[in-house]
T-cell receptor
Framework: GAVVSQHPSRVICKSGTSVKIECRSL??????MFWYRQFPKQSLMLMAT?????????EQGVEKDKFLINHASLTLSTLTVTSAHPEDSSFYIC??????????????FGPGTRLTVL | QQQVKQSPQSLIVQKGGISIINCAYE??????FPWYQQFPGKGPALLIA?????SEKKEGRFTISFNKSAKQFSLHIMDSQPGDSATYFC????FGQGAQKLVFGQGTRLTINP
């Protein structure tokens, strides 16, 4: 149980285009989803927290107009990188938690999406 | 105060040896301390987690030791195997109703030599 998927697993796009990344909880309802960015050989950096049906809460320094997050249902959250530039190239990882599980603190991570902006 | 400091940055251990990774935190409000394992190109996976009401938790070859007064916790991997070669992250958060943000350590790249 507690499986989180991401799509696509990797994407290459041209500078200036927008890219959408999907995060799905496959076997549970995710009341909260988190989006992280990870640069090579670095730790995970939290970008934003999203609760189903609410606006996402962004971490300091993360541009909310550039990284659009939608959490329209209890099983799906999307991250759209708008007008992507090479410096946005990174590994994007989502995680999900559920109030209905025994430990709402436990975050179940997706497999990540490798974004390369040319 | 939100930082979690992890050491060492990299670690090489012989097969069958004990791997030890240490973390220290500053925020005394933290009361949930998980360890994650990440293989290249994959998302992190929860290995083991501890709350401050116990000083040690063991699951198979993995043990967390927790020192509340020193605000430190460590991961011990017994009988380390080549398949344990991965990057390990400690993390900390508050434990409570509703999802809590995790603060991650810098990560330790562990290599187990056969």
């Amino acid at each position: 149980g507690a499986v989180v998927s991401q799509h696509p697993s990797r994407v290459i796009c041209k500078s200036g285009t927008s890219v959408k990344i999907e995060c799905r909880s496959l076997d549970f309802q995710a009341t909260t989803m988190f989006w992280y960015r990870q640069f090579p050989k670095q730790s995970l950096m939290l970008m934003a927290t999203s609760n189903e049906g609410s606006k996402a809460t962004y971490e300091q320094g993360v541009e909310k107009d550039k990284f659009l997050i939608n959490h329209a249902s209890l099983t799906l959250s999307t991250l759209t990188v708008t007008s992507a530039h090479p410096e946005d190239s990174s590994f994007y990882i989502c995680s999900a938690t559920s109030w209905t599980s025994g430990n709402s603190n436990e975050q179940f991570f997706g497999p990540g999406t490798r974004l390369t902006v040319l | 105060q939100q930082q979690v400091k992890q050491s060492p940055q990299s670690l090489i251990v012989q097969k069958g040896g004990i791997s030890i990774i240490n973390c220290a935190y500053e925020n005394t409000a933290f009361d949930y301390f998980p360890w994650y394992q990440q293989f290249p190109g994959k998302g992190p996976a929860l290995l083991i987690a501890i709350r401050p009401d116990v000083s040690e938790k063991k699951e198979g070859r993995f043990t967390i030791s927790f020192n509340k007064s020193a605000k430190q916790f460590s991961l011990h991997i017994m009988d380390s195997q080549p398949g344990d070669s991965a990057t390990y992250f400690c993390a900390a958060s508050r434990f409570g109703q509703g999802a809590q943000k995790l603060v991650f350590g810098q990560g330790t790249r562990l290599t187990i030599n056969p």
